[in-house]
């Protein structure tokens, strides 16, 4: 390319040396630039900067970095903890449990309390030793007692291990659920290697991982909060099962940067949401996503101790009918966004199709209902939320509609998470605006339905006799012959107005044309990375 | 040299009570930011038990003044701490963070230098249409937020042209190549928003110079344009240059935390914007340790080129 320096006689005299040194400069830029840095040819994408899409190595992007690295800490973060620490089973995209580090497992006698595992015999962790029933005990003893968002799923279990390949866990209460709960992402099934639990302080960003997954975090190629590698695990019992030499998964807070990466090839995929779905496509990345969560209001409570009036179910069936779920679902996830009635996802096995039609919106109806109760003038409840997530947004939206039927929503907005919590757990709020996951069923009931479920859910714990009932019912019926039963308890609770939950939200992932398996687990609403490959 | 000794001396004083003042006013606004970093460790929904066993165990529940006299007597050790959510060394993470920052701050301090004086002196010499509208572009400079600018350059030089990556940092060691075209971009954002206020100075400097006799005597004399300009007018022009250059680099710290998201850089602002959110008190005062000793040096460095080309500064 030409350069034009100064072609006329300036005050100076002659040609400038300024112009001169601009050329070569510019002719500097060209020569390494090659006339082209993103070819879209993989280099070693540990650093981030070059092109990553081949089958060498997986870019992935999160919003967050995650907040621990421990498989028994690790919030919802499980991209992060999931490459390099292999579970004892395995949830396919079908939502199939397949096996893991187990390759059989069983419940012993009756009613869902025993569970026992059968190891292979051909897993070691990454510092050679064997995966075995002791090593399997210890990992699962620490994630009970550890303290993480998941270790009320082995609460009170005593967990034994006879021998080299079996492991068995008596639980404290039924469990028809052990075998998805212990699979990938669910934390307290990753198993951690004895030298791992020798020092749990150990398992940071600082540390190489102590799993027996199919990759092992690198952190001499990882910096904290910017990118974290994973390189494939030459001792892994599957290579198979490895689609990528490398994985890489940077955080990325802003979507724009993330399109325009994904765009030149230094991303693969990354996950957002639908505001940048147009410019996404156009960037020829496809979306893809699955309703994981449901946002909407929670009536923390229901026996009217700090709030009389949600007492009565009619009042809160008529806070249901006031709401538009619809135009709200469009107005705040787009147009293909989802509105929600009932607490299942659309695509699980306890979603009731009777549910989902129950509060069409209907003012006059609200308004009747308010009457029958002896609210006809309205009333004024508190509620609080979290000023991120979106959960505001979703608040504001619906105190305005409840204000037309003459219900008024005193809002407070925490836009610190820990302090929000601390405001829920105290049970001092009536009712909030949240987003909870769309569980299974049988999560649902021990995490948000039951007097013994999360303070986050149910602060005053309140509680009903049948739902209880229904709940155990569901705790000692075989998985796969539950579906019935999960749609009487998320019909239950539709007919009871506990929630009015407004939409579905999704985790979207934008996925190039050069990778694909981006599918989503039932259980967690979530893709599993291990399955992404590239495009045949 | 006495006098650049004695600059020298005078600020290293007072650089020590600087440093403490900013650590003890970081410490008391990163404390005083609602949350617990138990709770960011173990999750939201984490057991309360269990969140306040750990608290109790970081000691997030010690007095302040005990917590930042032990944070205090280490770090005169050279021992910055363990970050509060990864455990890992505070000294580490600024070890795997710094050159990032400084390759940056250096480049768009190079890049604000060189095209705002030029700016500055082409405009004073021109004036007219040109002299205007380069007034008008320093201008709008100033008002472009630099994260808009940022994105608007990835957009066009990286994903249209294809000629810059969009995202992500190379070592230099890992490959120089890749090195520098990472950098590019960045120091482009951040050079071109901080040349504005360096143009205008220059251009008002220049031509305040260029209305004084010695000029007129200089140009009877015979001397050309050229080393009239280079020669003394500009050696003239410098001192309030280099001021607002200083000024500049400083505001680029600043400038560094939104560059370094924008582009997915691991340097010491995203590092600053993560501790932050988590409530990681070690790693904050880590980095605005750091900082504070970038902004001494920046400023030392700054004075000492002032006294050098200012020669009433060296004798008063």
């Known amino acids: 390319m030409a350069t034009r320096t100064n072609a006329r006689p300036t005050r100076f005299g002659g040609r400038s040396r300024a112009g001169l040194a601009a050329t070569a400069g510019v002719a500097l830029v060209l020569g390494l630039t090659g006339c082209g840095a993103n070819d879209g040819t993989s280099g070693d994408d540990a650093s981030g900067s070059a092109a990553s899409t081949t089958n060498d190595t997986l870019t992935i992007a999160e919003q967050n970095p995650p907040n621990n690295m421990n498989p028994a800490l690790a919030d919802q973060n499980a991209d992060f903890i999931v490459p390099a620490y292999d579970s004892l089973t395995y949830e396919t995209a079908d939502g199939v449990i397949e096996p893991g580090l187990a390759e059989s497992w069983k419940y012993v006698g009756e009613g869902n309390m025993v569970f026992e595992l059968t190891l292979r015999t051909d897993a070691v962790f990454t510092d050679g030793s064997p995966v075995n029933g002791a090593a399997v005990k210890a990992s699962l003893e620490y994630a009970r007692d550890a303290g993480g968002n998941n270790a009320s799923i082995l609460a009170g279990a005593q967990i034994t291990a006879p021998n080299d390949t079996t492991v068995s866990i008596a639980l404290a209460a039924p469990n028809p659920m052990m075998p998805t709960l212990l699979s990938q992402g669910w934390g307290v099934g990753d198993i951690i290697s004895p030298t791992g639990l020798a020092d749990p302080d150990s398992l940071t960003t600082d540390a190489p991982s102590q799993g027996a997954g199919q990759y092992v975090y690198d952190p001499e190629q990882s910096v904290a909060n910017d990118h974290y590698t994973y390189t494939a695990n030459p001792d892994y019992y599957d290579p198979s099962r490895q689609h990528y030499k490398t994985i890489v998964i940077k955080v990325v807070s802003d979507q724009q940067t993330a399109v325009n990466a994904a765009s030149t090839g230094e991303l693969d995929v990354f996950i957002g949401d639908y505001t940048v779905a147009s410019q ?257 | 040299m006495d006098d650049v000794r004695n600059i020298l001396t005078r600020w290293v004083l007072s650089a020590i009570p600087v440093l403490f003042i900013v650590s003890l006013f970081t410490f008391l606004l990163t404390a005083l930011i609602p949350g617990d970093p138990g709770r960011t460790i173990l999750g939201l929904t984490a057991d309360p038990d269990k969140v306040a066993a750990l608290d109790e165990a970081l000691g997030v529940n010690r007095p302040l003044p005990v917590r930042y006299w032990d944070w205090l007597t280490h770090a005169l050790q050279g021992d910055l701490g363990n970050s509060i959510t990864s455990g890992a060394p505070v000294n580490g993470a600024l070890q795997d963070r710094i050159a990032v920052t400084l390759f940056l701050i250096i480049g768009a301090m190079v890049v604000a230098g060189l095209v705002g004086v030029t700016l500055g002196v082409v405009s004073a010499l021109r004036g007219g249409w040109l002299g205007r509208t380069i007034d008008g572009v320093a201008m709008f400079g100033m008002a472009i937020p630099v994260y808009w600018l940022g994105l608007v350059l990835a957009t066009v030089f990286a994903v249209r042209l294809r000629i810059f990556p969009a995202i992500g940092y190379t070592p230099l060691t890992e490959s120089p190549r890749d090195w520098f075209l990472g950098l590019v971009l960045p120091v482009m954002t951040l050079g071109l928003s901080s040349a504005a206020p360096v143009a205008k100075q220059t251009r008002d400097g220049v031509l305040t110079q260029l209305g004084r006799d010695y000029v007129r005597v200089l140009r009877a004399r015979g001397f050309n344009e050229r080393t009239i300009i280079t020669k003394h007018v500009l050696r003239n022009a410098a001192a309030p240059i280099i001021t607002v250059l200083g000024i500049v680099v400083v505001g680029m710290f600043g400038g560094s935390v939104l560059i370094e998201n924008v582009f997915v850089m691991p340097g010491l602002g995203g590092m600053a914007v993560s501790a932050a959110a988590a409530q990681d008190i070690t790693s904050m005062q880590g980095v605005a340790v750091l900082f504070t000793v970038f902004v001494i040096v920046v400023n030392l460095l700054i004075e000492v080129l002032y006294a050098l080309v200012n020669p009433k500064v060296r004798t008063s």
């Open chain 1, 280 to 536: 996404a496509a156009s960037a020829g990345l496809t979306a893809v996503s699955q309703p994981s969560l449901w946002l909407g209001m929670i009536f923390y409570d229901r026996d009217g101790a700090v709030s009389l009036p949600l007492q009565s179910v009619d009042v809160r069936r008529a806070i249901n009918y006031a709401i538009d779920r619809t135009t709200l679902a469009a107005a705040l996830f787009g147009e293909d966004a989802l509105p929600a009635v009932e607490l299942a996802g659309p695509t699980s096995e306890g979603y009731s199709t009777k549910a989902a039609e129950a509060y069409p919106f209907d003012q006059d109806k609200a308004r009747e209902l308010l009457a029958e109760a002896g609210y006809a003038d309205g009333f004024s409840f508190d509620v609080i939320t979290a000023g991120f997530a979106g959960f505001d947004t979703v608040a504001k939206a619906v105190q305005a509609q409840l204000a037309e039927v003459g219900i008024t929503m005193n809002l407070t907005v925490e836009s610190d998470g820990p302090t929000w919590v601390g405001k829920i757990v105290s049970a001092s709020f009536p009712a909030g605006v949240q987003g909870t996951a769309t569980y299974p069923t049988f999560l649902t009931c021990q995490q948000v339905l039951l007097p013994t479920a999360s303070k986050v859910s149910n602060p005053f714990g309140s509680s009903a006799d049948e739902l209880a009932e229904l709940c155990q019912q569901l705790a000692q019926t075989d998985a796969d012959q539950s579906a019935d039963l999960q749609k009487e308890i998320n019909e239950w609770v539709v007919d009871n107005a506990w929630f009015a939950p407004v939409a579905y939200s999704s985790r979207v992932y934008f996925v190039r044309p050069e990778v694909q398996g981006v599918n989503f687990l039932e259980s967690t609403g979530i893709a599993n990375i291990l399955d992404f490959a590239p495009a045949s």
